[in-house]
């Protein structure tokens, strides 16, 4: 599975929107894109993951660059919620999520 | 819908002792997985159960970890004996599936948070 680099932490202020970067130069064409994030104490949460086309839900939206060697991650009005690490992993069918050391993130009031 | 339980939250004890942390998964999954995450890093798959089959015990150090998922359903992590580098938070996830060509996400619990002094 391809790895991935993230910038280790980001400020974003409240209500503004957050923008994740995520380099994964080496991915490969069936491989999709996951973002999970961790808020403190509590295991990682599934947030989104695309292949190809860009992707949006009720919690953010996934933006996938043409060439797929980078994406990112947007969260639209950021809350003090929002507070987390977030990773990025690029990953086949298979079951193995690679996580790396992901980004900090601090919504700020 | 109730979502991975784990417990305890919180575990404390002295080097050599032994310990073990319980897992339920969700209802219905098939899959279930035990990571390891160590402070400032992201999680790292220790292995991995399809229904009461472990399919992956790969990165398990077998000379002190154990685990079992009797009857398909919860799951038990065993550290015997621990040592002061098995101080970390212990990850129970479920899936509904493990392989093939959907995309099955994965449900964390909240984690059991190991410390061996």
Not at chain 2, 31 to 45: A, I, S
Not at chain 2, 61 to 88: C, H, M, N, W, Y
Request: proline share 5%; with cysteine.
């Amino acid at each position: 599975d391809a790895k991935t680099t993230q910038p280790p932490s980001m400020d974003c202020a409240e209500g503004r929107a957050a923008n994740l970067p995520c380099n994964h130069s080496t991915i490969s064409g069936n491989e999709y894109v996951y973002w999970y994030r961790q808020i403190h104490s509590q295991g990682p949460q599934y947030i989104i993951h695309g292949l190809k086309n860009n992707e949006t839900n009720e919690m953010a939206s996934l933006i996938i660059t043409e060439d797929r060697k980078s994406s990112t991650l947007i969260l639209p009005h950021a809350t003090l919620r929002d507070t987390a690490v977030y990773y990025c992993i690029v990953k086949s069918g298979t079951y193995k999520y690679i996580f790396g050391t992901g980004t900090r993130l601090k919504v700020l009031a | 819908e109730a979502g991975v339980v784990q417990s305890p939250r919180y575990k404390i004890i002295e080097k050599k002792q032994p310990v073990a942390f319980w897992c339920n998964p969700i209802s219905g999954h098939n899959t279930l997985y035990w990571y390891r995450q160590n402070l400032g890093q992201g999680p790292e798959l220790l292995i991995r159960y399809e229904n009461e089959e472990a399919v992956d015990d790969s990165q398990l150090p077998k000379d002190r970890f154990s685990a079992e998922r009797l009857k398909g359903v919860d799951s038990t992590l065993k550290i015997q004996p621990a040592e002061l580098g098995d101080s970390a938070v212990y990850l129970c996830a479920s899936s509904l599936r493990g392989t093939g060509t959907g995309v099955y996400e994965q449900f964390f619990g909240p984690g059991t948070r190991l410390t061996v002094l």
